[in-house]
């Protein structure tokens, strides 16, 4: 079992940027697949970033450019440092892993961008 804490939410203004944590209670080398996900009351979830156990990564059209996904495996912690924020990024932000085939997910870190 993998559990996953996301922190380092807040409230920002328009313009802003926050880095999201994510703390995995075990190795991170060998998990898979990195990713953060986000979800807005009655929207659908969203894959925001992935990273890929060989160092790829895949972002969401609309935050290309502003976000970053990274993880310092010494530490076990999964980044997203985000810029440039837009009332749009405000979501739920949820850090999900995939080890040996199957998916961990953790509670959520709310962003809330204002106009």
């Known amino acids: 079992q993998v559990q996953l804490v996301e922190s380092g939410g807040g409230l920002v203004q328009a313009g802003g940027s926050l880095t999201l944590s994510c703390a995995a209670s075990?190795?991170?080398?060998?998990?898979?697949?990195l990713a953060w996900y986000r979800q807005a009351p009655g929207n659908q979830r969203e894959r925001a970033a992935r990273?890929?156990?060989?160092?790829?990564?895949i972002y969401l059209d609309s935050v290309k450019g502003r976000f970053t996904i990274s993880r310092d495996s010494a530490k076990n912690v999964v980044y997203l440092q985000m810029n440039g924020l837009k009332p749009e990024d405000t979501a739920v932000y949820y850090c999900?892993?995939?080890?040996?085939?199957?998916?961990?997910w953790g509670k959520g870190t709310l962003v809330t961008v204002s106009s």
């Open positions: 075990r190795s991170i080398s060998s998990i898979n697949i």
């Open positions: 999900h892993a995939v080890v040996a085939g199957l998916a961990y």
């Open positions: 990273l890929n156990s060989d160092g790829s990564t």
